[in-house]
């Protein structure tokens, strides 16, 4: 594997030449600046050396969003621990679990997951660290007690004057190839496997990062974290990037209704947003579209000179919903609707859909938006290779293999897992299936795990039956599975529409009858469905936002 530059070295430097500019606030909260980051980042190095922590030693982190999770999370691989990062929604249990495969030694948690967890289940913690002030939530080390009683003593001793940008100075991985953290995957089967990410993927995500958005964002811009940190999408690109290069990010600590999220775009004004397609589509399906639907607009939309004019407007009305001065939102983590993706694309707004997995930290294609072609998620991005295992790419679906600097070690502590996604040339096999057209356009077809055969041997893409499901009346979300060799949609409906239109169940139920047939005339014969049911609550989800289909199938 190639040589590439220390990433540490990007952190340390960020630091020192942005010393006195804002860095990280809690949205409607506290701010840090680089040199508060700085001097919180040497008070935990203190902390780590005088308890008994060693380099390479593994730090889990589990939290909503703050200033204070990212602060610990740099200070974590700047003294050359290994981060663990728990997403916050896991479950007690998936905690406990993970913290214990990880072999963690410190447990950093937020206020909330602090109320469910159990120490008694995690025996080989030796500190758990409370997030909003670093205080001990439990120690079982004297060592470590010590050294976070004497804390602020021990800062005093070791700069008596004051500390300074010349004493930031941190640890460098000694290879490309050294562990930086283990991820542990949201997946939507069964417990998540612990991904190896080495120094060089976060290396080469943050100058693929620079290549893909530094022309158009820059020190001092403002930027929002919304998706979980945890997850390396929201670390790699609402996080690290944006912290190398001076930026200002407002972390969303609360759950990002799209309510909160159009007041904090409105109030932040970002300059670059990263998104998943559930935020994206709630915002335009709620507070655009409704605004487009009577029948003046529909009658101007049908004209060709006005129309024209027309979605000029409406893309600025959209633009001025995301807060107005970002140059592009980049969307991935899923499929976005089909509807809400041509909406875009006729008004010309500026968007692009990327495609990634927590193996390659995460990203795999991306175009900008002005080359980016509809449907596709872009091409193999900088530093990767991407290609089809398919006889005719273009035309026959097959899985998509990545390779380069950004594919992980492994596995944490499972070779045979690892054995089965990386072969012996390197290449990532990713389990999802696509095709690729002659310019390197990478079209996802769907997840292999999730095809379902029909009854003569054709393969059907649920996926791609559920996006046009979604975009049907009423309809909120929907999964589809088989049975009996007959496919059935499940169907979450729009509660408030049913509601505010005063819809019986047995017109409810109507309704999805009319869908299931005016559906059914676009498909195939192989694939129409046999029936809709309606499913009351919302589908159970992976903190990612996909639906966990294995527990409908």
Same mark, same amino acid.
């Given at each position: 594997?190639?040589?590439?530059?220390?990433?540490?070295?990007?952190?340390?430097?960020?630091?020192?030449?942005?010393?006195?500019?804002?860095? *990280?606030?809690?949205?409607?909260?506290?701010?840090?600046?680089?040199?508060?980051?700085?001097?919180?980042?040497?008070?935990?190095?203190?902390?780590?050396?005088?308890?008994?922590?060693?380099?390479?030693?593994?730090?889990?982190?589990?939290?909503?969003?703050?200033?204070?999770?990212?602060?610990?999370?740099?200070?974590?691989?700047?003294?050359?621990?290994?981060?663990?990062?728990?997403?916050?929604?896991?479950?007690?249990?998936?905690?406990?679990?993970?913290?214990?495969?990880?072999?963690?030694?410190?447990?950093?948690?937020?206020?909330?997951?602090?109320?469910?967890?159990?120490?008694?289940?995690?025996?080989?913690?030796?500190?758990?660290?409370?997030?909003?002030?670093?205080?001990?939530?439990?120690?079982?080390?004297?060592?470590?007690?010590?050294?976070?009683?004497?804390?602020?003593?021990?800062?005093?001793?070791?700069?008596?004057?004051?500390?300074?940008?010349?004493?930031?100075?941190?640890?460098?991985?000694?290879?490309?190839?050294?562990?930086?953290?283990?991820?542990?995957?949201?997946?939507?089967?069964?417990?998540?496997?612990?991904?190896?990410?080495?120094?060089?993927?976060?290396?080469?995500?943050?100058?693929?990062?620079?290549?893909?958005?530094?022309?158009?964002?820059?020190?001092?811009?403002?930027?929002?974290?919304?998706?979980?940190?945890?997850?390396?999408?929201?670390?790699?690109?609402?996080?690290?990037?944006?912290?190398?290069?001076?930026?200002?990010?407002?972390?969303?600590?609360?759950?990002?209704?799209?309510?909160?999220?159009?007041?904090?775009?409105?109030?932040?004004?970002?300059?670059?947003?990263?998104?998943?397609?559930?935020?994206?589509?709630?915002?335009?399906?709620?507070?655009?579209?409704?605004?487009?639907?009577?029948?003046?607009?529909?009658?101007?939309?049908?004209?060709?000179?006005?129309?024209?004019?027309?979605?000029?407007?409406?893309?600025?009305?959209?633009?001025?919903?995301?807060?107005?001065?970002?140059?592009?939102?980049?969307?991935?983590?899923?499929?976005?609707?089909?509807?809400?993706?041509?909406?875009?694309?006729?008004?010309?707004?500026?968007?692009?859909?990327?495609?990634?997995?927590?193996?390659?930290?995460?990203?795999?294609?991306?175009?900008?938006?002005?080359?980016?072609?509809?449907?596709?998620?872009?091409?193999?991005?900088?530093?990767?290779?991407?290609?089809?295992?398919?006889?005719?790419?273009?035309?026959?679906?097959?899985?998509?293999?990545?390779?380069?600097?950004?594919?992980?070690?492994?596995?944490?502590?499972?070779?045979?897992?690892?054995?089965?996604?990386?072969?012996?040339?390197?290449?990532?096999?990713?389990?999802?299936?696509?095709?690729?057209?002659?310019?390197?356009?990478?079209?996802?077809?769907?997840?292999?795990?999730?095809?379902?055969?029909?009854?003569?041997?054709?393969?059907?893409?649920?996926?791609?039956?559920?996006?046009?499901?979604?975009?049907?009346?009423?309809?909120?979300?929907?999964?589809?599975?088989?049975?009996?060799?007959?496919?059935?949609?499940?169907?979450?409906?729009?509660?408030?529409?049913?509601?505010?239109?005063?819809?019986?169940?047995?017109?409810?139920?109507?309704?999805?009858?009319?869908?299931?047939?005016?559906?059914?005339?676009? *498909?195939?014969?192989?694939?129409? *469905?046999?029936?809709?049911?309606?499913?009351?609550?919302?589908?159970?989800?992976?903190?990612?936002?996909?639906?966990?289909?294995? *527990?409908?199938?």
């Amino acid at each position: 594997m190639e040589q590439t530059p220390s990433f540490n070295e990007l952190i340390e430097k960020s630091i020192i030449n942005n010393w006195d500019l804002d860095a *990280l606030t809690d949205y409607k909260g506290a701010t840090l600046q680089y040199h508060d980051v700085a001097r919180k980042i040497e008070k935990l190095h203190i902390l780590f050396e005088n308890g008994g922590v060693k380099r390479g030693d593994k730090i889990a982190l589990c939290g909503r969003n703050s200033a204070n999770w990212a602060v610990a999370f740099f200070a974590t691989l700047t003294y050359g621990a290994i981060a663990v990062p728990i997403l916050h929604e896991f479950t007690p249990d998936q905690v406990h679990n993970i913290v214990n495969h990880s072999d963690a030694k410190l447990l950093f948690v937020g206020d909330v997951v602090a109320k469910g967890i159990d120490p008694v289940q995690m025996p080989a913690l030796e500190g758990i660290i409370n997030i909003p002030d670093y205080s001990l939530f439990m120690s079982r080390s004297e060592q470590l007690t010590y050294a976070r009683e004497h804390l602020n003593e021990m800062f005093g001793r070791k700069y008596p004057k004051y500390f300074r940008k010349e004493h930031v100075s941190y640890y460098k991985e000694q290879s490309p190839d050294e562990m930086a953290l283990i991820n542990y995957t949201s997946g939507t089967t069964g417990f998540s496997k612990g991904v190896m990410i080495p120094y060089r993927a976060l290396w080469s995500n943050w100058d693929f990062a620079g290549e893909a958005m530094g022309k158009n964002i820059k020190q001092g811009d403002n930027s929002i974290s919304i998706l979980p940190m945890a997850h390396m999408y929201g670390m790699a690109f609402e996080l690290i990037y944006e912290f190398t290069i001076g930026m200002h990010i407002f972390f969303l600590n609360r759950v990002p209704s799209p309510a909160i999220i159009a007041q904090a775009f409105a109030d932040v004004k970002p300059a670059i947003i990263i998104s998943v397609p559930l935020v994206i589509e709630k915002i335009i399906k709620k507070k655009v579209l409704p605004r487009l639907e009577n029948n003046t607009m529909r009658l101007l939309s049908r004209m060709p000179v006005i129309n024209k004019k027309l979605n000029e407007r409406i893309c600025e009305q959209v633009v001025n919903a995301f807060g107005g001065r970002f140059y592009e939102i980049i969307i991935g983590g899923a499929g976005i609707n089909q509807e809400v993706e041509q909406f875009l694309k006729r008004i010309e707004f500026p968007y692009t859909v990327g495609y990634g997995a927590t193996e390659c930290a995460p990203i795999i294609c991306y175009a900008g938006w002005e080359t980016f072609k509809q449907g596709s998620c872009g091409r193999a991005a900088k530093n990767m290779q991407v290609r089809i295992d398919s006889p005719d790419p273009a035309h026959i679906p097959g899985e998509i293999l990545a390779k380069g600097l950004n594919v992980m070690l492994g596995y944490y502590k499972n070779e045979e897992a690892t054995a089965a996604t990386i072969d012996k040339d390197g290449w990532y096999h990713t389990g999802d299936l696509g095709l690729m057209d002659s310019e390197g356009n990478v079209f996802i077809k769907g997840r292999s795990k999730n095809m379902l055969l029909g009854s003569n041997g054709q393969n059907i893409y649920p996926e791609e039956i559920e996006d046009k499901l979604n975009s049907m009346n009423l309809v909120a979300e929907s999964v589809v599975v088989q049975r009996d060799e007959k496919l059935i949609g499940l169907v979450h409906p729009d509660a408030d529409e049913v509601k505010n239109q005063g819809i019986s169940p047995t017109e409810l139920i109507n309704i999805m009858e009319q869908n299931r047939q005016e559906l059914n005339e676009e *498909l195939p014969a192989y694939s129409k *469905l046999a029936a809709i049911q309606i499913h009351e609550e919302e589908f159970a989800k992976t903190p990612k936002k996909s639906i966990k289909r294995y *527990l409908y199938t």
